[in-house]
């Protein structure tokens, strides 16, 4: 077991990897109720063109596969595991974004029988004909909630406009039609390729014994009969860089319209620091141009085209990334040609440094702030380890961040045909 | 040690609260402002915090306050409204980091304070009201906010729901105001208004984080000088009478997935001896994923993909909430109804109460693990005027027994079906 000490945070960091490849890492929290626990594998909603475990020949499984996968993992031969967790005091949970698949509890008590129930349940599939048809009604239900949703429909309307081919722009959950094609074999295959251990992480954090939980994931994992895994292969067509398209409009039965524009990252493919100083670069330029401190904020709320919804973000992983940023608001196509223009003037501008200080000061604060949340460590963490980053470099990282690394983020990122605008407006 | 570390002081006209644990890198301050729901004022009230945190005497812009925050190494401000019972509560929430943790040690305690003090104390003002181009972007703002409850249709079926269970009465009302009443707020007549806040709201001060050395009575004295109350009114929550009948209300708009949404009285709030029994209840009929809704509408008829029931703990509801499609609706109805009487009749076994029992330790230990859950859970004891700790809480809950539950079970009675569908249906 490695022991890593952050001094300046008070936090110690184990970890260990697994004869099998599983790598665990175990975070104790002082004076915590709560221990929070994850099981996470590199393995999204992007993830649907692949060779299967064995196979020759690679395969291309039906959207929303990996979200249906992940619901089917808590029902049994003879139970739910849902109740398994809940007898033993423990809510559990799961959730699948674009390149991860998470399972995970929260608990006060009876730590370590949750944790063999997370690990074994995880690593012991079973799917049926019957229960596959069956949760087709409760997914259906969760996409028709997703689809009367207009954060959501404009947040996924704008992923959708940037990208060719891209299958970040399909929706995580599939649609009806798609998850209809799903059977129970095909679960199997991306089951057997994607939930080996060597493609999975174990993070535990809150009031837990490193060495406790470090020994009996060894025992755990030593009884169970894994063979070496080759490298997943996994396919992506060519992305052109531009946006594939321009302008969306979607009416929806809403009193106050909604614009969010995007520019999709035209050089996206980086890992490890250069992906961490990218990602911390992009949002700190974000904070500086519309931070609630900034003068475009000011201006776009006083003149009456955003309100408190007002949001910004920037996301990037091995192979797709982007900006949104956007608000509820009165004017959606005055207000997708002023965040336009601002962009690009800000871009061409250099950054001022008094500025950029209160602005490192801020996230370094916000930072802080996320570490009192064992979730954020644990998903967070995760993430970034996925992606090759270490979430404890983001405070050295954001202290190196140089005026000029901003400048040149900027210049590669907001490029003129990487922007696209969506747009939820009233029906009729 | 008890769990929740609390020290109660009266401080002038608040109360201060403080809560000494060295588990969080950051400091958080909650104010609290509690005055009852009333129609006539409720408008202003929501608009009141919002102004605030737009300028002050010295920070003259939100800009401006937005940049002091970020000096503070990214000291957080929020405004909120709440409605707790028959009161309708603002708060005002600070946190900022310790400095302990930070590469150069500057104290940032009193100086975040000060800052919160400032948009709290000293508002920007124009001749005797507030500034009016600030009351003018806030009255906007509020207005779309307003409207776009009905862009959420779950948060939209729940206000409408509220409105039907409660059509002449303050609860009926919507915290974030009425948006025919905005245009006729000055700012002159909120001015008032907020002079009125601060000589008679009840005011609560939480400070949570690593106080040691932090002379917090000195400061909060110092910065928030609000006058002595001159009486402390005793006034609680009237719970929702029992006397109703049953009735349905169905409204069509352009979506996909209907909402049901059902309202239910119990008779029973937090000061109540039988509230630990509510919750047990609840946590039995809707409240996790082993409870009677979720097992019957979701996973055995795949109806829905949540299906869940909540509890108000100071007006006495329960509220059963579930996305289905627009055919279902008898049949959903009819199972959750089902449900109920399965409740009523005893259809559980001692496992399914030790579950629950169970998972409600385990919901409140882990609030506790938040500031600001631990500030929800300690405000209960102000809105009510019951004081109870953690632990009794524990053991309340642990204490409740099957003729308990089915006390509870006997009394909940069904108010309203709410159901927001689609065109064709």
């Known amino acids: 077991m490695k022991t890593i000490p952050f001094n300046q945070l008070q936090e110690t960091l184990y970890h260990q990897t697994m004869d099998n490849g599983l790598d665990v890492y175990v975070l104790p929290k002082k004076g915590f109720n709560k221990t929070y626990a994850t099981f996470t594998t590199k393995y999204g909603s992007v993830d649907n063109h692949f060779v299967p475990l064995n196979g020759s020949e690679n395969v291309q499984v039906p959207d929303g596969i990996a979200h249906f996968l992940e619901h089917k993992m808590f029902e049994k031969e003879d139970r739910d595991v849902f109740q398994d967790f809940s007898k033993q005091g423990a809510s559990s949970n799961a959730f699948t974004s674009f390149t991860r698949t998470a399972y995970l509890f929260s608990t006060t008590q009876n730590v370590m029988q949750n944790l063999e129930t997370l690990v074994n349940f995880v690593q012991d599939p079973y799917f049926s004909d019957q229960s596959v048809e069956k949760e087709k009604g409760i997914i259906g239900q969760e996409i028709e909630m997703y689809n009367d949703n207009s954060d959501w429909r404009a947040y996924f309307g704008v992923i959708e406009n940037m990208f060719h081919h891209h299958p970040v722009k399909i929706d995580i959950a599939g649609t009806i039609e798609s998850i209809a094609k799903i059977t129970k074999e095909s679960l199997y295959t991306c089951y057997e390729t994607f939930y080996h251990p060597s493609n999975m992480v174990l993070f535990v954090v809150g009031a837990v014994e490193p060495n406790e939980i470090m020994s009996f994931v060894e025992e755990n994992q030593a009884a169970k009969s894994y063979k070496d895994q080759p490298p997943i292969e996994r396919f992506f067509d060519s992305e052109p860089k531009t946006v594939a398209e321009k302008k969306k409009v979607l009416p929806m039965s809403v009193q106050v319209a909604k614009c969010l524009v995007g520019f999709k990252e035209p050089n996206p493919g980086r890992q490890g620091k250069d992906l961490l100083k990218h990602e911390l670069s992009i949002n700190l330029a974000l904070d500086l141009m519309f931070g609630q401190s900034s003068e475009n904020y000011e201006k776009l709320y006083n003149e009456g085209l955003i309100d408190q919804s007002f949001s910004y973000d920037f996301t990037e992983e091995e192979n797709f990334g982007f900006s949104i940023v956007g608000s509820n608001t009165s004017s959606p196509d005055e207000l997708a040609n002023r965040l336009y223009e601002m962009i690009q003037s800000f871009r061409n501008e250099s950054v001022d440094t008094d500025q950029l200080e209160r602005i490192r000061k801020k996230k370094i604060g916000s930072f802080l702030r996320a570490l009192n949340s064992p979730e954020f460590i644990a998903n967070q963490f995760t993430r970034y380890r996925f992606n090759d980053m270490d979430l404890f470099e983001v405070v050295p990282m954001l202290e190196s961040i140089t005026a000029k690394d901003i400048e040149e983020a900027m210049k590669g990122h907001f490029a003129e045909d990487s922007f696209t605008v969506c747009q939820v407006v009233p029906k009729g | 040690m008890a769990i929740i570390p609390h020290e109660k002081t009266s401080c002038g006209g608040l109360t201060l609260h403080r809560i000494q644990t060295d588990k969080y890198k950051t400091t958080t301050v909650v104010v609290q402002f509690k005055a009852r729901l009333t129609k006539e004022t409720v408008t202003k009230r929501a608009l009141l915090p919002y102004v605030l945190q737009s300028g002050t005497k010295n920070y003259s812009s939100s800009k401006a306050v937005r940049t002091e925050l970020e000096k503070l190494y990214g000291a957080t401000l929020g405004v909120d409204l709440a409605k707790k019972g028959d009161f309708h509560v603002m708060t005002f929430r600070m946190d900022f980091a310790n400095e302990k943790f930070l590469s150069e040690d500057e104290p940032l305690f009193k100086k975040a304070l000060s800052l919160l003090s400032e948009v709290i104390m000293n508002p920007k003002t124009d001749g005797s009201g507030f500034d009016s181009s600030i009351v003018d972007k806030e009255k906007r703002t509020m207005k779309q906010r307003i409207q776009s409850i009905y862009d959420d249709k779950m948060r939209y079926s729940n206000m409408r729901l509220t409105q039907e269970m409660f059509p002449n009465e303050a609860f009926g009302l919507h915290i974030y105001g009425e ?51 001159s009486d402390r009114k005793s006034e609680t929550t009237e719970k929702a009478s029992l006397d109703v009948e049953e009735k349905e209300i169905l409204e069509t708009q352009e979506i996909k997935q209907g909402k049901l949404h059902m309202g239910f009285r119990s008779g029973v709030g937090y000061a109540d001896d039988e509230y630990f029994a509510l919750q047990v209840f609840n946590g039995m009929f809707g409240g996790f994923s082993h409870s009677k809704l979720f097992r019957n509408v979701r996973e055995k008829e795949s109806l829905a993909y949540y299906a869940a029931s909540r509890y108000e703990s100071h007006k006495g509801l329960i509220i059963v909430m579930s996305g289905i499609e627009f055919k279902n609706f008898k049949k959903t109805v009819d199972i959750i109804k089902e449900q109920l009487t399965a409740m009523r009749e005893g259809d559980f076994n001692e496992e399914e109460m030790k579950q629950t029992k169970t998972m409600i330790r385990n919901q409140l230990l882990e609030t506790v693990d938040d500031a600001k859950g631990m500030v929800e859970l300690l405000y209960h004891g102000v809105v009510s005027q019951k004081l109870r700790t953690i632990e009794e809480w524990l053991d309340g809950v642990e204490a409740v027994t099957k003729e308990d539950i089915l006390a509870v079970a006997d009394k909940v009675k069904l108010d309203t079906v709410y159901f927001l569908k689609g065109e064709e249906a």
């Open chain 2, 179 to 229: 948006k025919e009443e905005v245009d006729g707020v000055t700012a002159q007549s909120l001015y008032d208004y907020y002079k009125k806040v601060c000589a008679e709201d009840e005011i609560d001060l939480y400070l949570v984080g690593d106080l040691e050395g932090v002379h917090a009575e000195e400061v909060v004295k110092e910065l928030f000088p609000f006058q002595e109350r």
